[in-house]
């Protein structure tokens, strides 16, 4: 008995000890690679891998060990919501201005229109995108937004890819009303002076998205049915503002989400979200934050996303299945594909927004699976921008980063 007791106790010193030893050497190593980009791993892509495989595994067991109940994960989502809204400067959340919405002239085409559009998130912070929208839209229409990943050259650019005005338009003809965005620094207003590189543009990118909430719901979207689906940058963009504002109902980050992979941009690392010295968070939990809302991860072979099907899926699996509902997150996975948003992902994301949204499907798929995108017109770049003759960029409009005033009441 005695010898059972002693043992007993010995076992559990050795592993007080051991898991101690092991997470902060851990830590340490995290908090370091972090700073260290030339010693780290690296996906077939050459994404920068921030956390081994060990460290990234143990990691989401570690969550798993500690959140076992719908309750516990609501307490871990809403500390990643707040660490998010602290690490971005955003907690308080800055006062929201009148949106002011100018808009340009409408195109009609095959199933859908388009109209460019600019609002103030800040005043004089304009957030410049096109407004794609059924030619006859139900009273209150599902709303979904896209925001665009970093495709930085002019022949391949930003939300004006072909893969995303297709799927912007076919969005629109399942019955959505779908807002397409430029990243800060992206667009027409790169051309007044704005740059994506500045130290709060994860910030204003969060809060650009939050305002392109409001101003789905401002034109009379159905403030329930509101989505979220972007490529890379893009995907990053999804799940922080799922993470961050429950009016996202439906989210699908596509070839982003990585347990061990956080970007590789200022605005995906640059204002602490994943760690503050030490490790906190992963991409996968962000990304789980709207559980039990549905949840689509789109990932490939070839880049950070590769072991989605056994590791992210799973896990996000579990936590989805604390609330009984793991059939609300799916993954579509593509062994040989590249980095990007291509009409076989389209394929997949399509009938997960039906499904969710309530839209029509049959307007954008034919029976046997093949895509419906014959007489989408892929328009020109300056086609899309929103300031023209009859819409010139406001007086009051600001052209350079540094100029962004967050405290604008006390300016009054
Ligand atoms: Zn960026």
């Known amino acids: 008995m005695m010898k059972s007791i002693l043992d007993s106790i010995f076992i559990l010193a050795l592993l007080i000890f051991s898991t101690s030893h092991i997470l902060s050497c851990r830590e340490s190593n995290k908090a370091e690679k972090f700073k260290d980009d030339t010693s780290t791993e690296r996906s077939k892509a050459g994404q920068i891998y921030h956390l081994t495989e060990v460290e990234g595994m143990e990691h989401l067991d570690e969550i798993k060990q500690s959140v076992l109940t719908p309750e516990d994960w609501r307490t871990r989502a809403n500390a990643i919501q707040s660490h998010i809204l602290k690490a971005t400067d955003l907690d308080p959340l800055p006062d929201k201005c009148p949106l002011n919405p100018i808009y340009g002239a409408i195109r009609k085409y095959d199933g859908y229109r388009v109209q460019n559009v600019a609002f103030e998130s800040l005043p004089g912070v304009y957030v410049t995108g096109s407004l794609y929208s059924p030619l006859k839209p139900t009273k209150k229409p599902a709303g979904i937004l896209s925001p665009h990943g970093h495709w930085p050259n002019r022949e391949n650019y930003g939300r004006y890819r072909p893969d995303v005005q297709n799927r912007c338009a076919s969005m629109a003809r399942m019955g959505a009303v779908v807002f397409s965005y430029d990243m800060v620094g992206y667009g027409q207003l790169a051309e007044f002076g ?68 956080f970007g590789g941009c200022i605005c995906e690392l640059g204002m602490g979200i994943q760690e503050d010295g030490v490790f906190k968070y992963n991409n996968a939990e962000i990304a789980a934050c709207l559980a039990p809302n549905p949840l689509l991860l789109v990932s490939v072979g070839t880049d950070a996303t590769e072991y989605t099907p056994q590791v992210e ?100």
């Open 313 to 412: 899926f799973p896990f996000e699996q579990y936590i989805y299945g604390l609330f009984g509902k793991a059939e609300m997150v799916e993954n579509a996975h593509f062994p040989d594909e590249q980095h990007g948003y291509e009409s076989s992902k389209r394929a997949a994301v399509y009938p997960f927004l039906a499904k969710h949204l309530n839209l029509d499907l049959s307007m954008v798929m034919n029976t046997d699976g093949t895509l419906k995108e014959d007489g989408i017109v892929i328009e020109e770049i300056e086609a899309l921008y929103p300031f023209d003759q009859q819409h010139p960029f406001p007086k009051e409009g600001i052209s350079a980063n540094k100029d962004v005033v967050w405290d604008w009441k006390s300016n009054l």
């Open 194 to 261: 704005w740059v994506h590189e500045s130290p709060q543009t994860m910030k204003l990118q969060i809060w650009n998205s939050i305002r392109s909430v409001d101003f789905l719901i401002s034109i009379g979207v159905d403030p329930k049915r509101i989505a979220s689906t972007g490529a890379s940058g893009g995907g990053t963009q999804t799940f922080h503002l799922a993470a961050v504002d429950s009016r996202i109902s439906v989210s699908v980050p596509v070839v982003m989400v990585s347990y061990r992979h």
